[in-house]
């Protein structure tokens, strides 16, 4: 490319650029000179590059030197190429003037049709065409445009006059106009045009052109074109390109038409042939909904001999772009013309379904296939939803946080215990509270879906329904509720009553709405394991990382189970304090935590001991040949006593303890801040015998399950460690309680001990905790709390401005913050690395099922992420995906 | 030195050694030699270097090479030397065998007395001597002390022995014994010895002599000696050396003597000789106190040549090494031996008079007067303390942390409002508290001091009372308080009883105890400006540092009136929330804050803004000439909100909201992690009204004090930044308002815009932070609490054990974690500054007046620190001596 060419030309077969060319050509020039030169027919015109654009902002709004001259020869040789002239009076040229970027900017730049249009040529359209109204109508149409994109000219100043004809001569429909008519409207248009720029409406054609083409440039700049690139992250482009090109009409008569296709259907990715066109008609009728568009398979009887070409085009386009195209088309007189040609955009079904089959067919690679689908795509394949044609007709009664996707309807109830006497009566029922708590568990487990008033992204009630692949909506403010009844915008809502939640959107509807479920089809399951393939490639072909496996946050054998059958490779988080709400042990620990003296704990824990081992075994078998990291106890012990009297009046009773020494006792675990209280390892600190117990019935489990065949990999991890010695202090118990189980056992299994590392200064310091550590497990849902100093459950309140006014691009509890958090784990995994350059470093946070965490993490080097079961397959993909961008 | 000389002779006016080479003669040894040297009377002998201990336990537990010959060859010289020899019967030489590391650990290791002495032996002492009785007496404390600091014998198993034959002749004293009681005692003792150890106690003195070197350096390894050196933080020394001396003896008769002197009085530093002494005794007499010592001055009279040899010593001493000395001495038949001179230990009143008046005296410089003192004896002068003679006969009731220095007492009382209402009765009162909160401010203000039952060394009570210079103890479990009633260790208190509370120990007495009031002397103050005068030193000489500032935190004009007595150069942190509490502010902020418009809330924030207004115009003069860091509002919203239903109810009244929207309003302020919440800048960003009308009283007042003639630099501090856009945000606000009064004002006034940097991710994003900042100030209370994820109110409950169990060296929250927080506090520097290269920072947590702390300060390059008022004194010293100690 010539550094000085800003013109490109395309016609008769052969065009200056191509389909690479899109930085300069914009993406609509650049494939209109792929398509010319693949010998499918597109009206002749010129490209004038983006450089133009990029030249005329920097050269303070003037063109570059030599252009005029550029855009007079290219005009000369359409001229030629199509034998007629701009403002001929016989049968004049007349060209479109559109915008085009390198990136779809749909809508948001200038557009001018029919230029070329004056007092002069349209008797010539008229005398060619033979159709006089047809000409003036263009006309009328070309001074509308003309006046609102190029001078500013109010819309409504145009309508107006045109009402006002209509209203003379008593017509409804613009359509029902006369030549007569439309003269008159052309008359009254250009006095509307003298009074609102005060000037004449330009009768030269070449000042028609170049004011157009100002407008296009100028659009680039203007207001709405910016925020849309700021909201879409549009960045580095050079500008706009403007295609002039010469016009064809699809409203000739029904040899004419014109029309909108997909090669494959958009919507589930079969491979046909699916689009609309309407015969006699100019796109914008399509646009106005005046008349309904046909099938595109009707034109096979119509005008089989334009289907075929049709068909001929698709099968050259796919073949050619290798994807799916999304094609505009004009057939004039019998005649067809390509206008654009672009990737179509597909659901995710579509996606999924048309990358398997591209790949059968041989059209693309399988690390083409990969790359293709995007993880929110994949998502949408992996919940239920509302059927889009309800949808369509609904307006959401309220819009809290997306905390859990999918779809759910229910009757609503406002306690987990009602929940679950519900669920047994056979209803389906929708969870509907302030916030959840441990003890909610039961009823979220039977609840259909979970709508909260309060909380963020990472409150109990998302991450536990994410874990539980449920449904979930959180912090919907405009939820009010006051015991049984919720009102929401003035609406009163009673138990029973039905909901519907989008937890994908975030979107509360009244009523039972209908669904649609979700599935795994054979293609879906077949790209799984090309991405697997690609993904374990990486283990293959690259030194640094040693794998980069795709495990799951599971604290139930039935999670588990439910991840394996999603493709996870081990479980990179087992929580042990879900556990201890369990009938009959909650009451147990209750009484352990109130004990006064170390004797009386250890003996309640004896008790605790057979029913934590048996967890274990359950999910040791589950996970059968994976790895399985189970986190010694994280949350504070208050979490864990009783709430009500009547409650401590119950433990009371059990231990014997009077109510008042007990309620103190209760009173004493009080913390203010409690996420920076008395947890995690500081529990282990100070009651080495719960995590002694722990260690014990992890190591039993895994020697019996053993015995029994089952191949079992246990990792002990150590939570909330913020100094090396505290990890060194706990390995040390852990070993030693090993040691006896191992001699008691008879037998010794594999084990691992590690850390998660979500407190800042256990990665600053992480060369020095690695000493003690078999593995990092990164919690990043901790250290982005500890990192911005923001309590998950708190920030609710201020988020939503944060975002509003982008002081947060996204929530960092679901996106990590690669800018700060992320500087702590980069330290983390180097610094742990130094220590032990073979150290297994993973990510348990919720950041481990987002993609673009996903891809941070296999860059920085670890050797694995960590997600809830219903996010592995998005992860798979996300994995796969982050070795093919940086390999 | 020669690589292979082990052993370092001293005798007869010349010594091989000398005080530099305390690294292999230990500290003993190489003042042994420089006395020697100097010419002062030392009792000859030799001393085998450290060197040989690092060797032996280097080589397996063996000597090296050649060390066998070395001693023997000393030995020969200090036999010719002293004219004795080893064992002889005539007149044989008995020495001492002494531990001395370069580093004093008093106690930890071995000594023994007498070596030489055996059957024969003992007939020449008591020949020589012509006193048996002393000999025999001699031969048996040496049998005892050999055989229990060289072969482990019992000291019990001697010990029964002494009392069998003092009961079998009837006495009841060691003295009464006669020559052959003391011959039988002789003989059972050697029996003693010959059934522990299997072995005839060993009469060849050359034997007795290895077996004891063995022994010291033995001793270096011991299990308390090593503990000594963990718990003191000893490491890097090579290990003790061993002193061989020749013996002296005070119990010769009423010629002889022993004692124990300091150059000056270590308790007032006033320049007098201050010492003890027992003529007719030995050193191990005085210890056992049986006698009662006389003073010094007394032996004047007595024996007025060996005090006037004393007196020549003391002048020789002072002056050779230019500091207070603590010497032993003994007085064998009229002359004078010394046997040890090192650094006086002292008080701080001591420190300081002895420094300053040595500097007058042109003994030291004023450097090395300022380096002598330590920031700890400094802090002793700026608190009352309880009567050290009072002291020594009470135990404590209880003990919690030591938060704020000084002693206090006075009658209990359990609520803030009665401390005020018994105050202006007249009573002098303790506020005995669970916890404090900001409502409390009222009567801690008139209470003499603070005790708490939780929290920790940076709760409420700790800072505030720390700030008003006010003893307190925090966080003293074992106070139990239950309504007017406390019961500590099973007694009751109620209100009115009299407790007194040590802050500088954190121990609590019973009753009223006698206290000593604090003064600045005038050498404390000359001392102070000797410091401030070195430490502007660092302003002229460094190019790295700009200065460094001592400025103090303070809310209130009567403090920072304190400030500056103190030498405050400024205020480093003035935070505005607790003027929301002062009497009228509060119900103002409370409309506001329930306000539910942003109309309403601008409506009310005009009424607090001249009253704001006032607290700063007051602040401002108090600073005259000085730059005020005034930190915006900081804490969550909910502090202020009233907490009683009673006190609701009020607030429903006045604005009129009904009592259940008012309570369901201030619930849903409620959080369930304030310290991670909706407080500092995200006020500001949420409720940019409040920031505004801040920044407004700000300005408004620095513009009327400067029309007064008072130089005002107010410096507007936004806490809590975590973003660079919150900052950049806030800053365009603030300019907004501030442009605003400069134009009604028609002045302009010097001002920066700052911000805290307290949130790990600030400190991480520091450069692209700066870009809004004209200074930064780390607030390292959050800042710890975030990078260990301590909650510093409910950490109280763990720390402990963590300091116990030495997973930290120290409550971070008091001495600032050098090793991660300090990665972060450099990070932000560095980065800071590598944005803006002048970028001004400091700090204003608690850490700021710590000296530690201030030293890395100082280090990583920071412009100033910043602490309560009655830590400023402490900081200026500590300032001083970073600047010294790293130039």
Request: charged residues 30%.
């Amino acid at each position: 490319m010539s550094e000085k060419k800003y013109i490109y030309f395309f016609g008769a077969g052969k065009a200056e650029g191509n389909a690479g060319m899109k930085e300069y050509l914009g993406g609509k020039g650049a494939n209109i000179a792929e398509m010319t030169n693949l010998g499918i027919p597109v009206p002749p015109g010129f490209t004038i590059s983006a450089k133009v654009c990029d030249a005329f902002y920097k050269n303070n709004n003037s063109y570059p030197e030599g252009l005029k001259d550029e855009v007079e020869n290219n005009l000369k040789h359409l001229e030629e190429l199509t034998g007629r002239k701009l403002g001929d009076s016989k049968d004049p040229l007349l060209v479109s003037v559109r915008s085009g970027a390198a990136i779809s900017m749909p809508g948001m730049m200038d557009t001018v049709l029919n230029l070329g249009l004056n007092d002069e040529a349209v008797k010539g359209l008229a005398e060619k065409t033979g159709n006089e109204r047809f000409a003036w109508d263009a006309y009328r149409r070309f001074i509308q445009m003309f006046g609102d994109v190029v001078r500013g000219v109010p819309h409504s100043a145009f309508e107006e006059k045109l009402d006002q004809v209509k209203e003379e001569v008593g017509v409804e429909l613009d359509t029902d106009l006369k030549v007569e008519d439309l003269k008159r409207v052309v008359k009254l248009y250009k006095e509307v045009y003298r009074k609102h720029t005060g000037e004449d409406f330009p009768q030269d054609p070449k000042k028609q052109l170049w004011a157009s083409i100002d407008a296009v440039f100028g659009s680039w700049n203007n207001e709405r074109a910016i925020k849309y690139r700021q909201i879409n992250e549009i960045k580095g482009l050079l500008g706009t390109a403007v295609n002039v090109q010469s016009m064809v009409f699809g409203n000739f008569g029904d040899d004419s038409g014109t029309g909108v296709c997909f090669t494959r259907d958009p919507s589930t990715g079969e491979n046909i042939f699916y689009g609309e066109y309407l015969l006699n008609a100019q796109g914008e009728d399509v646009v106005a909904g005046i008349r309904t568009p046909q099938k595109l398979s009707t034109l096979k009887d119509k005008n089989p001999e334009v289907f075929q070409q049709l068909l001929d085009v698709r099968e050259k386009l796919e073949k050619h772009y290798r994807d799916m195209q999304d094609i505009e088309f004009t057939i004039q007189q019998g005649k067809l013309f390509l206008l654009q040609t672009r990737t179509g955009k597909r659901t995710g079904l579509a996606a999924v379904r048309a990358a398997v089959e591209m790949v059968k067919e041989g059209l693309i690679t399988k690390e083409e296939a990969i790359a293709r689908v995007t993880p929110a795509q994949l998502d949408q394949l992996l919940h239920p939803m509302i059927d889009p044609n309800a949808k369509a007709k609904m307006i959401p009664l309220a819009r809290g946080l997306n905390a859990s996707p999918g779809a759910a309807t229910g009757q609503i109830v406002f306690t987990a215990d009602e929940a679950e006497k519900w669920a047994k009566e056979g209803k389906t029922v929708l969870l509907v509270r302030k916030e959840t708590s441990p003890e909610d568990i039961g009823g979220m487990n039977v609840a259909e879906g979970i709508l909260t008033s309060t909380g963020g992204m990472t409150s109990h009630a998302a991450v536990v329904a994410r874990g539980m692949g449920k449904p979930c909506i959180a912090g919907c403010k405009d939820v009010v509720i006051t015991g049984k009844q919720a009102q929401i915008k003035k609406r009163n809502f009673s138990e029973g009553d039905w909901l519907t939640i989008d937890g994908t959107t975030g979107e509360v509807y009244d009523g039972q709405v209908k669904l649609i479920k979700a599935g795994i089809t054979g293609e879906f399951a077949e790209f799984l394991i090309w991405a697997d393939e690609i993904r374990h490639e990486a283990v293959r072909s690259t030194i640094k990382q040693k794998g980069f496996l795709v495990r799951t946050n599971a604290d139930l054998p039935r999670d588990a189970k439910v991840a394996r059958e999603f493709g996870a490779e081990g479980i990179g988080l087992c929580r042990t304090e879900h556990m201890f709400f369990d009938e009959g042990k909650l009451e147990i620990f209750q009484e352990m935590i109130v004990a006064d003296d170390i004797a009386t704990r250890k003996e309640v824990l004896k008790k605790l001991l057979p029913l934590q081992k048996k967890d274990f075994t359950g999910i040791f078998e589950a996970m059968d040949g994976f790895p399985v990291t189970v986190r010694l106890l994280d949350p504070p012990l208050h979490e864990f006593v009783p709430k009500t009297t009547e409650e401590v009046k119950v433990l009371a009773d059990k231990t014997g303890i009077p109510v008042k020494q007990l309620q103190a006792k209760i009173d004493s675990l009080h913390e203010l801040n409690p996420m920076l209280g008395h947890r995690g390892c500081r529990l282990g600190i100070t009651y080495p015998e719960i995590y002694d117990m722990q260690v014990q019935a992890i190591m039993e489990a895994a020697c019996e399950v053993e015995k029994r065949g089952v191949k079992v990999f246990p990792e002990i991890m150590i939570p909330l460690i913020g100094t090396a010695k505290e990890l060194s202090i706990l390995r040390e118990n852990a070993e030693s309680v090993i040691k006896d189980v191992f001699k008691n056992e008879n037998r010794q299994v594999e084990y691992k001990i590690g850390t998660m590392i979500e407190i800042p200064r256990a990665a600053l310091t992480a060369d020095k905790v690695a000493e003690y550590a078999d593995f990092f497990s990164f919690g990043t849902n901790d250290l982005t709390q500890m990192t911005f100093g923001y309590s998950r459950d708190d920030a609710g309140v201020f988020l939503p401005d944060y975002i509003d006014q982008e002081i947060l691009e996204r929530d960092p509890f679901q996106v990590l913050d690669q800018e700060g958090v992320g500087q702590l784990v980069e330290t983390g995994v180097r610094r742990g690395r130094t220590r032990k350059p073979d150290l297994k470093i993973g990510i348990c946070g919720e950041h481990g099922g987002e993609p673009g965490s996903i891809d941070f993490c296999y860059r920085v080097g670890m050797n694995y992420v960590s997600c809830s079961p219903y996010r592995v397959p998005i992860a798979r993909l996300a994995a796969a995906q982050a070795y093919l961008r940086n390999k």
